[in-house]
């Protein structure tokens, strides 16, 4: 049986009415065949496959007509078009804005699952808003990408930041357990326990930091069962820092920079770098490969977010704390590139506005074209970037990120090859998620 969802998007974000239709029973079995398949491992695609769900997950996949489907099958014939795993924007903030935008969040969230994304990581904000969402999103019938979240670690100077009020849900920014100022006198094993109390996933660690703290929030997170996922400077703390640390996952390529540097700022707020900054470090030097590879030996994920790097590349003067903007945003897609050459895991993540204005599209279909365009992998490594890769980065590649047996049915059918060209993961006919289809108005 089908049932039909319709959600009216709120004014600014989509001017159509939008219908999902919904596989009502997750239980049932579900045969999609004739689909080429894209694995999301980096592997060609595969022609002529079927794919079996059961129960929201992939139970078996194998040559369509090699065997008989089972009599409580249904089928859904996929001839002509291509299959990759549910995309997963592993850099988004739904509940940070102080304009008040966040109440948007549910219609946001819809969209971005029409559009292709299945699960999202959210690098902190107000969590008692984040762990609405993310109960909400883990039901089987939920319209919703699956949501993990962070709670937030920082220097105490930090706390001036206005997006730290926004996010407070009216407590103390700095002294809330998903917003925690640290110093050297915090109890860790408390400030940990009680972010992990929010039904946070990871640690978030920010600003104003020194090394020794973020090896010690990132020693006791680990020691609770918490990922760590860390901004790729925390002033003074650098990359290297963290890396050696033992943090899962950095974030920010225009950051990476002061890994190379002596001294740098004490504070988030003063990371203006000098004018011929980007010039004198060159992105696949010597400094950036030692870098990478300790990455590469550490297993640390990198979120590039190039997204953010096309608002520098239009700037003037200095916008972005930036002298000279348009030459930071070509070292981080050159540094980008050189990580990915130097064998860096790297996942896709836009720390944007999560769906578009014009089209209402999800921004990480952007993001997956400027790894293409600008840093130089094929559309393969994007897609794996967007899927495997983000699944490592929410520390789920054992369930989320790629089509395999034993994995959630979280599948992207689509009109044409992204193989071919990046662009066609826009062409999205249907989503599945955890075994239910959701499609897009027409």
């Not at 009020?165 to 920014?173: L, V």
């Amino acid at each position: 049986m089908l049932r039909t969802i319709v959600a009216v998007a709120t004014v600014g974000l989509a001017p159509k009415l939008l219908v999902a239709q919904a596989a009502s029973d997750t239980l049932a079995h579900i045969a999609f065949t004739n689909a080429t398949v894209i694995d999301g491992t980096g592997a060609a695609p595969v022609a002529k496959q079927t794919i079996i769900v059961n129960r929201g997950v992939i139970e078996e996949m194998f040559e369509t007509g090699s065997r008989k489907l089972a009599v409580d099958v249904r089928e859904i014939d996929v001839a002509g078009k291509f299959v990759i795993p549910g995309l997963i924007d592993s850099h988004v903030h739904v509940a940070t804005d102080p304009a008040g935008g966040d109440a948007n969040a549910p219609a946001m969230l819809r969209l971005a699952l029409l559009g292709g994304l299945t699960s999202v990581r959210d690098m902190a904000g107000d969590a008692i808003v984040l762990r609405d969402l993310a109960m909400q999103s883990k039901r089987a019938d939920s319209d919703s990408p699956r949501l993990f979240y962070a709670s937030l670690m920082a220097g105490p100077s930090f706390f001036t930041d206005p997006r730290t009020k926004a996010s407070a849900h009216g407590g103390t920014p700095g002294d809330i357990p998903w917003m925690k100022a640290i110093t050297p006198s915090t109890d860790m094993k408390l400030a940990v326990r009680a972010a992990k109390s929010t039904g946070a996933t990871a640690i978030k660690i920010y600003a104003d930091l020194p090394a020794d703290l973020v090896q010690k929030i990132t020693t006791e997170a680990h020691r609770q069962g918490m990922k760590v996922w860390s901004h790729s400077t925390v002033f003074p703390a650098t990359a290297l820092d963290e890396v050696e640390a033992g943090v899962d996952v950095i974030s920010h390529a225009i950051y990476l920079y002061w890994a190379a540097i002596p001294n740098p700022p004490m504070h988030y707020a003063d990371r203006v770098p000098p004018r011929s900054a980007y010039d004198s470090v060159p992105p696949d030097g010597a400094a950036m490969q030692d870098l990478f590879a300790k990455m590469k030996a550490q297993n640390t994920v990198f979120d590039a977010t190039l997204s953010i790097l096309p608002r520098f590349e239009a700037a003037t003067g200095a916008s972005f704390g930036l002298v000279d903007p348009k030459r930071a945003a070509q070292w981080a897609y050159d540094v980008t590139r050189a990580a990915k050459i130097a064998g860096v895991t790297i996942c896709a993540g836009t720390d944007g506005r999560l769906v578009g204005v014009r089209d209402s599209m999800p921004a990480l279909h952007g993001e997956m074209e400027l790894l293409v365009t600008r840093a130089g992998f094929t559309p393969l490594e994007a897609i794996t970037a967007a899927t495997l890769n983000s699944a490592m980065a929410l520390g789920s590649a054992s369930t989320l990120g790629s089509i395999a047996p034993g994995k959630m049915a979280d599948l992207v059918v689509l009109d044409a090859d992204p193989s071919a060209d990046i662009r066609n993961t826009r062409r999205v006919a249907f989503v599945v998620r955890g075994g239910v289809i959701h499609r897009r108005g027409r």
